[in-house]
Structure formats: C-alpha cells, structure tokens
C-alpha cells in the first residue's frame, strides 16, 4: 500500500471549498472570520498567514467542522462538511497546533487508537501506523511513551498521526513551533514529499521563509478578513519596495503589537 | 463497534497508567472501609448496640450474683466475665492471692476499655439484704414504722462504665440491674411474709411473689421474621465502596479536561466518529472500574474484615438485585464525573469540586453520619443525594432482605440521575461547540 494515495478521481476539483464563512463569537465586537472564501486544491499547500488574532484559528476551526459558522459552506472534496460530516471527515487530517496526543500511551499506542477511530483495522491499520511513524522517523521510538519524548519527536508524532489515514486534504496549524532546526527540517521535507503525491494543505505559520519555501499561494489575513493573496512571488512583484515576505506581511498588517 | 470498543481499552490503559488515579480509586476507598468499620466496631460497643464485656466480681457467691447473672444473660448482647476467670484486669491489674480481681482491677479494666461495664457485688450482700427483709417484715407484724429496721445496714451494689459509654447505654445497664433487684426483692419480701404468716394459714405456698402479672415483648421489624440490625461492616462497606465509586469523578472529569486542554479533543473532533461513542467508551471504562471496586471492597467485607474482629459482611438473598444498584450506582457516578468535565473550565476546578461535591453528598447521604441522627431539615435535603439512593438500596438488600421490587425507587433515582447529568453534560458540550 502506498504511505499517501494519489488523487484519482477528479482532479481539477479542489479538495477544499470555503465560501463566504462568517464566524463572530458570543460578546465579540468583530467577527473572528468575516466573508472567507478560498479554495485549494490537489498538490497545492495554501499558507494562510496572520498576525495573532487574525482569524487563522477560527478559519481552520470552522473549515474542519469543529466551530459552525453563522453564515457560509465548507465542501471537503465535493462533500458539504456540515450535512455530511462523518463522511467529509474522511478526507482530512488535522495537525493541531497543540500536540494532541496522550502522553501515558507510547507512539504506537496514540496512532493505533486514531487509527481505529479513523476506521483502519488488522493488517492494513499495522501497516499505516508503521508507515506514518516511518515518515517522520520515529519507529524506533514507537514504543516509548509521547511524554517521555522531546519537542521536535512531539512535533513529529503530532504530525504522523493527522496522516494515519491517508488524507486528500491536510489542515496543519503551526506545526513546526518550538522545534530544532533538524525536527523542523524533516516536518518541511515530508510536507514537500506529500504535496508531490498530491495531498492538498492549509498551512498556518508565524515564519515567513517557511511559507515563501513551501506555499503555492499565500492569503494574508487581518481582523478576520483576507487582506492580500497569491503566490509568493506574485505578491512580492505587486509591492516592489517589499523585499521579503516578513517585509511584506509588516506592510500589509502594520506594525501595532496584537495581544 | 470497533470504535467504541478501542475507545474503552484507551480509557483502561491511560487508567492503569495514572498512579495517582489508581491510588484515589482503589487505596482510598479499602483504607476508608477498613478503618471506619474497626473505628465503628468500638463505638457500637460503647453504645451497647453490639455484645459488650461484662466483667462481674462477685464476692457474695449468693443468690443475687445468680440473679443478676441469669438477668443479663436473659437480656441478650452481653458477654458476662468473671474477674479472676480469664480476665486479669489486664498489664499492671495483677490478681489477688486467691487468683480473683481486686475491686480496683475492675474499674481500671473498664476505665480502660477492655469491658464496657463492671459489676463488683461485695461479700455478704445476700445475707444482707435477707435480714433487713426479715426486719422489715418483723417491724411490720410489730406494728413498728420501718425506719426500726434501719439498724442493718443498706447493702451497696457497685456498677462501674466505660468512659466512652454513651448515657441512653448506661441507663439501660442500670435499669436492667434495678429490675433484677426488685425482682429479689419481691421474691425475698414475699418468701419472709409467707414465712412469717405460714403459723396462721400452714398450707401457703411461697413462690407467689415471683409469679408474673404482665408480660412485655420487644419485637423487631424484619421481612420475613429475620430480625437483624446493622453491623458496623454492613453500614460502612456498603457506604464508603458507594463513596470510593463516586470519587471517580476525579480521574474522568480529569481526563475529559486534559482532553480539551492538551487538545487531543480537537483532533477527536475532527475524526469520522461520533462523540457520542468517545464519551460511551468513557463510561463503559469508568463503570468496569466502579465494579471492579465495588467487588474489591466487597471482597475485603467478607475475608478481610473478620481477621480483624469484625463481623463477616453478609450481602442478603438477592446478589442480583445488589449487581443492579450497583451497576446504577456506578452510572450515575460516571455520569457526574462526566458532567464535571464538561462543565469545569479548568483541572484545578474539577479536582477541587468533584471530591468537595461528593464529600458534601456523602455527607448527607448517611454515608458518614447515619440519616436518622440528623436534624429533620437535614433529613429532607438527604432524600436529594445519589449516595443516599445507593446507600438505602444496598442497606434495603444487605440488612432487611429485601430484593428487586423492594429496591426499584432506588435503582430508577440513580439511572434517572445519571441520564440527567448524561444529558446536561451533551446539551453544555453541544453549546459550547456551537460558539
């Protein structure tokens, strides 16, 4: 079995159609996500970039299912996430920003039980456990327990187990945080290695030389809104006296501190 | 299936994992069972509601040492021992030479707690009491006031209690003896009447004082004629395994928060499963663990108890019926901790109100304090504590030998609580995804 399936069917439709979300919070003056729409598609890692209360969370929240939206659809590979969510979710995988994993249970043990959950029994779950350990380089260590790890194999566990099931669309909420420069190098590799064989991703991230290396196209948002976006270079080419993306995102979002 | 299932082995291993988890539900609960019933074997001895050691001194060898010998074994619930007979008065009360207890012996042994009562009857007191009757009685045929007969003296019956004795056992030890007494009394005034009056009407018979005009009896309610009380090991097994079985609210909501907050929660959410069969599994694991609790404290009721001098815990003739309350006891406790998880927005916060709750609950459920001791406010507030349900229901089939029917209202209160928190727990769960 291969460790990702190809896209097969269809692929000029895109794994994920976000429409016109709106999401405002009980006593919020502003709404946490105002008239999103974005669409990715096979192959294609789509950074969504933003200072610390822009939106990114919400956006990611509402487009797994986890929040409703008050107004808005969410299609998952053709599949209207809120009328059919069992099915939906079969499409995606989640790689929260938190490492949501147990820490009493040893690698092995977290991705068996997400993998039963996700539906994979026998054979075939052995085999994707293995495989999703093998991926981030940890099966030697798939017997020891996620608390006992360090930082960047937390990092790198998190990660196998939103790819346990070998999903069409991957969501990764800043998956490289607070890891090594070696942890962080293996997570962009692999990500690099998926997006070749296909697998969609929204990408969130505060390091902006990650997104220019590994986005296809970048939406820049602010106060809930998308303020910029395209691929990195064509953003760049649209304001010259940006020499980077950092600089970029600076201009765009300005400089007053977001608490 | 396979999903709840998995979800049920995950619980079992973070739970077996958790020592500090497994300490709180397994060493507490058998601690508490242990030391409470041995705790309440001593003071259902101090208040006479368990046998209690009479030791009995009995210096006259007459007929009121027999009396009251035959009165108390009459009443029930006392062990008569004879100082110099096997009690020694205990380290440091040596024995006279004529191997019998000093009077100061006895009062230090029940000053000390190895008898509850002591009984000295001094030397001569039968022949005592005898001729001041026949005094009395030779006053009386001289047309003499009775004060003449005061020149012997007023024999003198010493009774001494445990400290710890509480006074309704005291008063009732006193009655007793007085009655025993009064008893003699009659029975000897009568024997020197009949004597005294035998020259006037030869063919009187002297045993009509001890014949009874009234007859009084005490009977017990019991189904089916049993007539018991509880022992301290039916009181307190049932009560603290029901204790132990709702601390569980500690690890669940415990788990249920660490869920949210190290955001495993999250990717749960996002999974094609439904939530509904993750908090299943939850409850499936945390009710095999509440019986498996409920079988270990058992288990120390009937084996390890008595090896401690307590009695064996006897568990009624409806063990189907005990299976169903505790299995709905065991629910509506998964379902609490269920609820506290749900609606706690932090560790701190559960840990400190699941145990404070269910010390409250216990509280008034009879658990620590029985209900009927309570004033009548604190009885009516009782009748709204799960602990209370369970406890009546296994008191209902440990003691009185009741069976299903009699422990239905029981069982349905704890499934009715349980989808009650079950329910509350979704509904605060459903709201707080919706925002």
Partial sequence: ?259 | MMKLFSTVYKELLLLFRDRAGLLVLFLMPAALVIIVSLVQENVLKTTGEIDVQVVLADRDRGAVGDAIRKGLAEAGAMEIVEAGRGFDGGPGRELNRDGKADDAAVENAVAHGDAQVGIIIPAGLTRNMQARIDAQIEAAFAGKPASEAENVSLPELRLYFDPLAQGSFRSAIVNAIHRIILMMEMEMKAGAFTGAVRSFVPEMSDDWGSGRLLDLRVERTGRGGVEKLPTSVQQNVPAWALFGMFFIVVPLSGALIREREDGTQTRLLTLPVSYGILLMGKVIAYVFICIVQFGIILLIGIYVLPLMGTPVLEIGSSPEAVAVIVLSAALAASGYGIAIGVFSGTYEQASMFGPVSIVIAAALGGIMVPVYVMPETMREISRFSPLAWGLNGLTELFVREGDMISVLPEIAYLLLFAAGMLGAAWIGFSRRRRF
Wanted: net charge positive; glycine share 8%.
């Fill in chain 1, 1 to 259: 079995m291969a460790i990702l399936k190809p896209f097969e069917e269809n692929e000029e439709e895109p794994c994920l159609v976000a429409q016109d979300l709106k999401k405002r919070y009980p006593a919020a003056e502003k709404p946490a996500i105002d008239d999103l729409s974005l669409s990715v598609h096979a192959g294609e890692i789509f950074g969504l970039l933003g200072p610390n209360g822009a939106g990114k969370t919400t956006a990611i929240s509402v487009m797994t299912g986890l929040l409703r939206p008050d107004a808005g659809a969410v299609h998952i590979c053709g599949i209207d996430l809120f009328k059919r969510s069992k099915a939906a979710r079969k499409f995606f995988g989640l790689v929260p920003q938190e490492i949501a994993l147990y820490p009493n249970l040893t690698a092995r043990e977290n991705l068996r039980y997400f993998g039963r959950l996700y539906g994979l029994k026998g054979k075939q779950l052995k085999e994707r456990v293995a495989e999703s350990l093998s991926i981030v380089g940890l099966s030697d260590r798939a017997h020891q327990r996620i608390r006992t790890f360090s930082g960047g194999m937390k990092r790198r566990a998190n990660l196998s187990a939103g790819l346990l099931h070998s999903p069409r669309l991957l969501f990764l909420d800043e998956p490289t945080v607070g890891i090594d420069a070696q942890s962080r190098n293996m997570i962009l590799e692999r990500l690099l290695e998926m997006r070749e064989k296909g697998v969609a991703m929204i990408y969130t991230t505060h390091y902006m030389e990650e997104a220019q290396t590994l986005c296809s196209r970048i939406a820049v948002m602010d106060e809930g809104r998308i303020v910029a976006h395209g691929s990195p270079a064509d953003l760049l080419r649209g304001y010259p006296e940006c020499r980077d993306l950092g600089a970029l995102f600076l201009h765009l979002t300005g400089k007053r501190l977001r608490d």
